[in-house]
Every structure is written in C-alpha cells, then in structure tokens.
C-alpha cells in the first residue's frame, strides 16, 4: 500500500511540472523583444546565401533566444514591400536584457568574425512590446 502512494504521489508531482513551468515563464516576462537584421551580401549568389544561412543556424544556438527565422525577401509585389536585401534574421527574446546577453554571446561574436566577410551592409530592427 505505501508504494502504491509514494507512486502516487510521485506521478502527481510530476505531472504538475510543465504547468508549473508554464505558469512560472508567463509570469516572469510580460514583454515581448524582437530582434531583426536584413543582411546585404557583397556577391549575392546562392552560395553565399547558404553560408550565410549556415552561420545563422549556428547562431540560432545562443540560449537567449526563444524562436528565430531565417528568410529571403517575399515574392511580393506592392510598393512599399522593401526587398533588395539577400537574407533576414529575426529573433525572439524574452526582454531586452536577454537580447543583450545574446549580443555579447561567444556564438554571437564568433558569428561576426567568421561570416562578416559575406555582407556588405546590415540593417537592424529592433523592437519591444507587450506579449500577446
């Protein structure tokens, strides 16, 4: 009888984690931090697109990050559509301080030294609000 309880109690401890979990990661971050570089390559080629793409796969692993996507320009057509850059980065941070962390992240600098020689220009937008 008191295996059966210990077991019991066990399973409903453990059952409750990812609630728990769930609950805890809501709670401690009410904002949302979007981090968004459009990368121009000096040959634009698809072979320097997929080194590119590569470094970003690596970069992806910095811990901070909560989601990323890595994309080519839309074959969209209206006017104010921008897409004259080869490559975009975005990255969803939990708050600004994560992205900062991210920032001066081994992954992040080693990143830059190993594939700067690729780009000719970024452009980055970064922006901040509520999580919804």
């Known amino acids: 009888m ?20 769930t609950l805890a990661n809501t709670a401690k971050s009410k904002e949302l931090f979007i981090h968004h570089v459009y990368f121009y390559l000096k040959q634009d080629s698809p072979e320097n697109r997929a080194k590119l793409t590569e ?13 990323f996507h890595i994309g080519e320009p839309a074959s969209t057509t209206r006017s104010v559509i921008v897409r004259d850059y080869a490559i975009s980065w975005m990255c969803f941070f939990d708050n600004l301080e994560e992205e900062e ?12 030294e190993d594939y700067a020689y690729l780009w000719s220009k970024v452009n980055v937008y970064d922006s901040v609000g509520p999580r919804r």
Do not use: C
């Not at 066990?10 to 609630?19: G, H, R, T, V």
């Not at 470094?55 to 989601?67: A, C, N, W, Y």
């Not at 962390?101 to 830059?112: E, G, M, N, R, T």
């Open 101 to 112: 962390v991210y920032q001066a992240h081994p992954i992040h600098l080693k990143f830059i």
């Open 2 to 21: 008191k295996n059966r309880r210990e077991f019991i109690k066990k399973a409903a401890i453990l059952s409750a984690l990812p609630a728990t979990a």
């Open 55 to 67: 470094g970003l796969l690596k970069l992806s692993k910095v811990p901070t990050i909560r989601q």
